[in-house]
């Protein structure tokens, strides 16, 4: 999701020491032409998904039910 939205992987980087350090801070940004159109639930979905810590990141049963998940929208 993180890509599909940002268009680079959440912890891109050219070198293994930092892509390694960057999964272990759970260092991503967002572009800030993206920032605008994300939902407040959009970004706690993210950053639940994106947690290094086992214990900090939610498991799939928990994010089945995240409201950006069961939240209906307008038409």
């Given at each position: 999701?993180?890509e599909?939205?940002?268009g680079?992987?959440?912890?891109?980087?050219?070198?293994?020491?930092?892509?390694e350090a960057?999964?272990e801070?759970?260092?991503?940004?967002f572009?800030d032409?993206v920032?605008?159109?994300?939902?407040?639930e959009?970004?706690?979905?993210?950053?639940?998904?994106?947690?290094?810590?086992?214990h900090?990141?939610?498991?799939?049963?928990?994010?089945?039910?995240?409201?950006?998940?069961?939240?209906s929208?307008?038409?």
């Open positions: 999701m993180f599909l939205l940002n680079l992987t959440p912890f891109h980087s050219t070198k293994r020491e930092d892509f960057k999964v801070r759970s260092d991503y940004c572009k032409s920032v605008p159109f994300l939902t407040i959009a970004l706690s979905f993210i950053s639940q998904t994106l947690q290094h810590n086992e900090e990141r939610k498991c799939i049963s928990e994010l089945i039910n995240h409201p950006y998940i069961t939240t929208f307008p038409e």
